[in-house]
C-alpha cells in the first residue's frame, strides 16, 4: 500500500486551516477513498434537495422560501448534538483517537471576506461544495467559475498580509 | 421500483438538511477530519501554484482528504443527475419566478437557467460577472472569511463558534445585498 506522506506534523497554527486533519495515524491512499465516498454522498444530497440550484438561491435572497433556511437550520441543529454528544461521552473515531475541535478566534475577515463571498454567493448561485456537484451534474460553463474561485484564493493568500485580518 | 420514484423527487429540507448535518459526525469519527470545503481550493494552489507564498507553504498532501472529499462531490452530481433526476420541472416560489422573469430570465426547466449557464456564455459579459467575478468573489471571500457555509455555517455553528455566527451573518448580508440591490442593476446589461 503506498503511503504518500507522513502525519506527524499538524496544520501550522500560524498558518490556519478551517478543516484540518488530526488524524494522527497515517491513512493510505486507498484510506483516503472513505472521503471520496462520504463526498459522494453529500453530492447526491447536494443535488436531489437542489441545493446546487441557482433558483434556489434567489429564492432564499429572496426571502420567498424556507427550503434553503429548513436544510442548512436542520443540518446546524444535527451537527451540533453529535458535537455534543461526541464531547460529553468522550466518543473515539474508529482509529480510538480523541476528536479534535478547533475553537475559532475572531477575525476582522470573516466580515469583509464573509460579505465578498455573500455577494459572490447571489451571483453564481454556489458555495464551494455545490461549484463541484454543478459541474459533475453537467453545467461545464461552472469550471470556468471554480477556476476563478481558486484564482481568488490564489490572490487573498498573495494580499493576505496587505488586508485586515 | 417505488424507491426509485421516490428518489427521483426532489428531496424535502427535512431530509437533505439532517443527512447533510451527519456529515459532521461522520468524519469527525472516521478520521478526525472538521468538516469544510473551502479549504480544497486553497490546498489547490498549494499543490499546484504555491509561488513561494507562505499562505500555500504547507504539507497539503496531509490535508488530501479533502480533495478526495470534493471529488467525491463532483461525483455525486453526476451520479445523482445520470440516474436519479427529477423527471418533472422544479418547482420554486411564483414570486422568484415573477421576479426573475422581470430581470430577463426565461428558462425554468433545469435547475440553472440556460439563460446565465450555457457554454456559449462564457466569453461573453453574462460570463464574465456570473462566472469569473462571481467566482473569484467566492474563492476571495471564503479564504478572507477563514471558511464557507459548510466550515463555518454548518461545522462551526455546530460547534457553537461565535466567529462562525458572525460569519454566517455576513454571508448572508452579502447575499441579500447582490441580489437585491445590485443584481437588478447587473441584468441591465443584458
Redesign the interface.
Known amino acids: 500500500m503506498v503511503t504518500?506522506?507522513t502525519?506527524t506534523?499538524s496544520?501550522?497554527e500560524h498558518?490556519?486551516?478551517?478543516?484540518?486533519?488530526?488524524?494522527?495515524k497515517r491513512?493510505s491512499t486507498l484510506?483516503?477513498?472513505?472521503?471520496?465516498?462520504?463526498?459522494?454522498?453529500?453530492?447526491?444530497?447536494?443535488?436531489?434537495?437542489?441545493?446546487?440550484?441557482?433558483?434556489?438561491?434567489?429564492?432564499?435572497?429572496?426571502l420567498?422560501?424556507?427550503?434553503?433556511?429548513?436544510?442548512?437550520?436542520?443540518?446546524?441543529?444535527?451537527?451540533?448534538i453529535?458535537?455534543f454528544?461526541?464531547k460529553k461521552f468522550n466518543?473515539k473515531?474508529?482509529?480510538g483517537?480523541t476528536?479534535?475541535?478547533?475553537?475559532?478566534?475572531?477575525?476582522r475577515?470573516?466580515?469583509?471576506?464573509?460579505?465578498?463571498?455573500?455577494?459572490?454567493?447571489?451571483?453564481?448561485?454556489?458555495?464551494?461544495?455545490p461549484?463541484?456537484?454543478?459541474?459533475?451534474?453537467?453545467?461545464?460553463?461552472?469550471i470556468?467559475?471554480?477556476?476563478?474561485?481558486?484564482?481568488?484564493?490564489?490572490?487573498?493568500?498573495?494580499l493576505?498580509d496587505r488586508?485586515p485580518? | 421500483m417505488e424507491l426509485i420514484e421516490l428518489i427521483k423527487k426532489p428531496w424535502p429540507w427535512y431530509v437533505a438538511g439532517p443527512l447533510i448535518g451527519l456529515t459532521v459526525p461522520t468524519l469527525l469519527l472516521i478520521g478526525n477530519k472538521s468538516f469544510g470545503i473551502s479549504s480544497s481550493l486553497r490546498h489547490i494552489c498549494a499543490a499546484c501554484f504555491p509561488a513561494n507564498i507562505s499562505f500555500f507553504k504547507y504539507n497539503w498532501k496531509k490535508e488530501v482528504w479533502n480533495l478526495f472529499f470534493v471529488a467525491g462531490v463532483l461525483v455525486g452530481g453526476f451520479l445523482a443527475t445520470q440516474f436519479f433526476e427529477n423527471p418533472n420541472q422544479i418547482v420554486i416560489s411564483e414570486k422568484t419566478i415573477a421576479a426573475l422573469q422581470e430581470l430577463g430570465i426565461r428558462d425554468f426547466a433545469g435547475l440553472m437557467p440556460a439563460d446565465l449557464f450555457a457554454l456559449e456564455n462564457v466569453l461573453s459579459l453574462k460570463g464574465f460577472i456570473f462566472f469569473v467575478f462571481g467566482g473569484f468573489l467566492v474563492g476571495f471571500g471564503t479564504r478572507w472569511a477563514g471558511g464557507c457555509t459548510s466550515g463555518h455555517s454548518i461545522m462551526g455553528l455546530s460547534n457553537l463558534q461565535l466567529p462562525s455566527l458572525i460569519a454566517t451573518c455576513c454571508f448572508m448580508i452579502g447575499g441579500f445585498v447582490m441580489v437585491q440591490v445590485f443584481l437588478p442593476f447587473i441584468f441591465k446589461f443584458f
Open positions: 504518500n506522506h502525519n506534523v496544520f501550522p498558518l490556519g486551516c478551517d478543516s484540518p486533519n488530526d488524524m494522527v491513512e484510506g483516503n477513498l472513505k472521503y471520496l465516498v462520504v463526498g459522494v454522498m453529500f453530492g447526491i444530497v447536494f443535488v436531489k434537495a437542489e441545493i446546487i440550484s441557482w433558483f434556489r438561491i434567489q429564492e432564499m435572497f429572496r420567498h422560501s424556507f427550503h434553503m433556511y429548513g436544510v442548512i437550520g436542520s443540518a446546524v441543529v444535527v451537527g451540533m453529535s458535537i454528544l461526541i466518543i473515531t474508529i482509529s483517537e476528536v479534535q475541535f478547533h475553537p475559532k478566534k475572531f477575525m475577515g470573516q466580515i469583509y471576506g464573509g460579505l465578498l463571498f455573500g455577494m459572490g454567493w447571489g451571483i453564481t448561485g454556489a458555495c464551494p461544495g461549484l463541484f456537484a454543478q459541474i459533475g451534474s453537467g453545467y461545464v460553463a461552472v470556468v467559475t471554480l477556476l476563478s474561485a481558486i484564482a481568488g484564493t490564489w490572490t487573498y493568500g498573495l493576505k488586508l485580518n
